[in-house]
């Protein structure tokens, strides 16, 4: 059983920068792989970015590759989302996932446990 907590989410100006931060509970957290999905008012869940349980692995998804970069400290049990030159369409509530799937999977339905989500509100 893993516990995700989300937290570092706001309210910034289009340019700004977040890190995202997801703390996990359970002493087998460096076998999961880790992932950040987002939804926004209206819409469905979305891939952000994923990390393989080693950390050599990741994916992002196109909308966010090179200002995004995810990132875990297993002595800390964390993953973080580091989110730079942010725009208004990045506005979304913002969940962390983890699941025994080795690889950095970009699929949803391959993570086994969530967390409750941050929100994230980009203004223009």
């Known amino acids: 059983q893993v516990q995700l907590v989300e937290s570092g989410g706001g309210l910034v100006q289009a340019g700004d920068s977040l890190r995202l931060s997801c703390a996990a509970s359970?002493?087998?957290?460096?076998?999961?792989?880790m992932g950040w999905f987002r939804q926004a008012p209206g819409k469905e869940r979305e891939f952000v970015a994923a990390?393989?349980?080693?950390?050599?692995?990741?994916n992002y998804a196109d909308s966010v590759r090179g200002r995004v970069t995810i990132s875990r400290d297993n002595a800390k049990t964390t993953v973080y989302l580091q989110m730079n030159s942010l725009k208004a369409e990045d506005t979304a509530v913002y969940y962390c996932?983890?699941?025994?799937?080795?690889?950095?999977?970009?699929?949803?339905?391959?993570?086994?446990?969530w967390g409750q989500g941050t929100q994230v509100t980009v203004s223009s």
């Open positions: 996932a983890a699941g025994r799937i080795g690889g950095a999977s970009m699929k949803a339905a391959d993570y086994d446990y």
């Open positions: 359970g002493r087998t957290f460096v076998i999961y792989s």
């Open positions: 990390l393989s349980w080693r950390g050599a692995g990741t």
